[in-house]
């Protein structure tokens, strides 16, 4: 089985996805190491293709060094539909993002959060009601299936609220893409904790 897919997608796939590829991908690695890698896939991509094949905006970049990632080899994709159609949790930077996602998949619509919003409904999920964690890919793979439906029945069919985007810090300073950085941690942490390690 393949392993559990998570999406992060923004406008150009150089600033917001790209470090929450990453920040997700440190999580990862400090609760699993080396392992992580054949438990979850993390990708991104961006809705337009402006920066397609271009490296990480360097105020991210240096986000990402700062907390012990690693943005060496990333190179900006534009979202297709097959980048969806493969991943089983979808998380966009705003809620305009998401809708463009439900537009072109409308099958993807149960697996696609604005990144607040998940982290959102995440906090007030009971874990007890899910399959057990483990370094099993299996494992992590229904867990995580599971733990998106269960979130996705938690929203009851309500949009996303407006405090749950991450705003654009393309252009601003690095204390605006540190905040930024700082949301993106306060999800992707306690959903990874969930999926590797069971909290």
Not at 11 to 35: D, H, K, W, Y
Not at 49 to 78: C, I, K, L, S
Not at 89 to 110: K, M, S
Request: charged share 20%.
């Amino acid at each position: 089985m393949a392993p559990f897919s998570v999406l992060h997608v923004c406008m150009g796939n150089i600033c917001r996805s790209p470090m929450a590829e990453r920040l997700t991908l440190v999580a990862a690695g400090e609760l699993a190491g080396p392992a992580a890698t054949g438990l979850l896939y993390v990708h991104s991509v961006g809705t337009g293709g402006w920066h397609a094949g271009e490296p990480m905006n360097p105020p991210a970049a240096r986000q990402v060094r700062t907390r012990g990632g690693d943005p060496v080899g990333f190179a900006a994709r534009r979202l297709r539909g097959e980048h969806l159609d493969g991943s089983d949790l979808i998380l966009t930077a705003t809620g305009e993002q998401a809708e463009y996602v439900a537009g072109l998949r409308p099958d993807a619509a149960g697996r696609t959060f604005v990144l607040g919003e998940f982290g959102r409904l995440l906090a007030r999920l009971e874990p007890a009601g899910l399959p057990a964690s483990g370094t099993d890919p299996d494992a992590v793979y229904a867990r995580g299936v599971a733990l998106v439906a269960a979130v996705d029945a938690a929203r009851e069919g309500r949009p996303s609220l407006p405090g749950d985007d991450l705003d654009d810090p393309w252009g601003r300073s690095d204390a605006y893409f540190a905040r930024v950085a700082d949301e993106i941690d306060a999800t992707v942490r306690p959903l990874v904790a969930m999926l590797l390690d069971g909290r």
